[in-house]
């Protein structure tokens, strides 16, 4: 894929590898049970578009976890718990989501990067907590 290039997302992805993942989602406030469940390497990730909006569906041992959003709109949800702001938006082969749990005061950016074989997810969360997790495409 050339540069700028304007990548699919649509597809189901598995994890290939993961660095600092359990890490990040300890710096967002998961206790050690959820991390295990989130952090496994059976995660699954199912992205469909239509437009702008864009689902992803993620499977792990602990459930499954739908997001939804549209292009430059704020959005809402409650994965977890409690209620997360967020905004994505598209640059290219990369869609940023910048998030707020609003209850929490957590800030985190999450950063999907994707190229033929698959995708990189990049996150970042408070105290500059980095993680990355490749996905490659499965269908």
Same mark, same amino acid.
């Given at each position: 894929?050339?540069?700028?290039? %304007?990548?699919?997302f649509t597809g ?6 993961? /660095? ?9 406030? %998961? ?10 390497? /059976? ?12 689902? %992803? ?11 939804? =959003?549209?292009?430059?709109?704020? =959005?809402?949800?409650?994965?977890y718990g409690e ?16 998030? $707020? ?7 985190? +950016?999450?950063? %999907? /990067? ?10 970042t969360g408070p ?5 990355? $997790?490749?996905?490659?495409? $499965? +269908?």
């Open positions: 894929m050339g540069l700028g290039a %304007f990548a699919d189901t992805y598995e994890v290939a590898s993961s /660095e600092g993942y359990e890490e990040y989602l300890e710096s967002i406030g %998961f206790g050690p049970d959820a991390r295990k469940d989130m952090a496994s390497p /059976e995660q699954i990730v199912t992205i469909t578009q239509e437009g702008d909006h864009y689902t %992803f569906k993620t499977t792990d041992p602990a459930g499954t976890i739908v997001s939804q =959003f549209t292009l430059g709109q704020e =959005f809402v949800e409650s994965p209620p997360v702001k967020g905004i994505a938006r598209r640059d290219g082969n990369r869609i940023i989501l910048q998030q $707020r749990n609003t209850a929490a005061k957590l800030d985190n +950016t999450i950063v %999907f /990067e994707a190229d033929d074989q698959g995708i990189d997810v990049h996150f105290g500059n907590t980095v993680a990355k $997790r490749r996905y490659k495409r $499965r +269908t």
